[in-house]
């Protein structure tokens, strides 16, 4: 008797609570099987060869390897420990660099270069990476890194962010179903449970899942090739930088 009572009326946008549950559930599977396949699939192509890897590698300068590592963060980081390590800059205080010349010599990578001219006119270190020739500088280590395959391509970022978008989506639209069933006086307990188990499973995802900055599977590799060619430089050998 309660059951039909809890059924009866007009269903929340004509679809009733047990048939809606059964095509969100079948959503929900479909969408995140499509993104997980998808992501698999951009990450884990083939790689090169060992010695291909071995050769790629030695031509990456090293705020091209801090990018590979780091992003915009890490290469504009590594742009500073090079200049401070050769005497081209200082840092007398928290956050504040100082250039000790007018002009870098001649052998600086150009980002470096970029980077001494920035803090030459005082711009504060969390500020580098929107200099104009700063930004040119790491725009082009990026192109150079999608075009020697270590990065996904600008279109395969899209697909991550188009791939967040829709599993993002489906919690919305069941809160907004759960929300109108309320509204309607409606029983929405299974479809609570239902979305609660879908936001843990969509938090994981996404934290697994998390980088826009997306490597491909040549250039994890070369990071690994990288850490065990220059494993006496890690912090638990303590190198004398």
Known sequence: MSVTLAFSGSDTWGISGPDFLRLYIGLAVAVFLSATVVLTWLRYRPTGTDQEVRDVAGTLTPPEVAYLRGGTKGAVLCAVASLRARHLILAPGKRRLTTTRAAP?????????????????????????????????????????????????????????????????????GVVRLIAGIANHKPVGY???????????????????????????????????LRKRYVTLTPAHRPSW
Do not use: C, K
Request: no cysteine; net charge positive.
């Open 105 to 173: 010599p001649n052998e600086v990578f150009p980002l470096e270069r970029a980077v001494h001219e920035a803090v030459r006119r005082q711009v504060p270190y969390r500020w580098l990476r929107g200099v104009p020739e700063v930004r040119a500088e790491l725009d082009a280590i990026d192109a150079r890194l999608i075009g020697i395959g270590l990065l996904s391509p600008p279109e395969h970022r899209r697909w991550v962010r188009f791939a967040r978008l829709a599993i993002i989506t489906v919690l919305g639209l």
């Open 191 to 225: 479809l609570l449970l239902t979305l609660l188990l879908y936001a843990a499973l969509m938090a994981v995802w996404l934290v697994v899942n998390s980088s826009l900055f997306p490597r491909t599977s040549t250039g994890r590799q070369i990071l690994r090739h």
